[in-house]
């Protein structure tokens, strides 16, 4: 029923984990499909492929944004 909801109306995407300040994760809201943000910004699925170099992005992001907290305080 649900999936007929998305066929009907489309997806509604909720960001499920912000990677870095512009890519994020989504996953709708009634069916649960998970997407995106590509390198153009645009939504594309969330292959097991995605979320390996999402993971990684978001440990380089966090290292990075840490590194430099510390260097202002």
Known sequence: MKK????????HFS???????????YSC???GKQVTT??????SL???EMK???D???NIYQKRHR?????LA
């Open 4 to 11: 007929l909801f998305c066929s009907l109306f489309g997806h």
């Open 38 to 43: 590509d390198a153009s910004g645009n939504l």
């Open 15 to 25: 960001v499920s984990k912000k990677i870095t300040s512009h890519i994020k994760e």
């Open 56 to 58: 990684t992005l978001e």
């Open 46 to 48: 969330l292959t097991p």
């Open 52 to 54: 390996e170099i999402n």
């Open 29 to 31: 809201v009634h069916c």
């Open 67 to 71: 590194h430099n907290s510390h260097q």
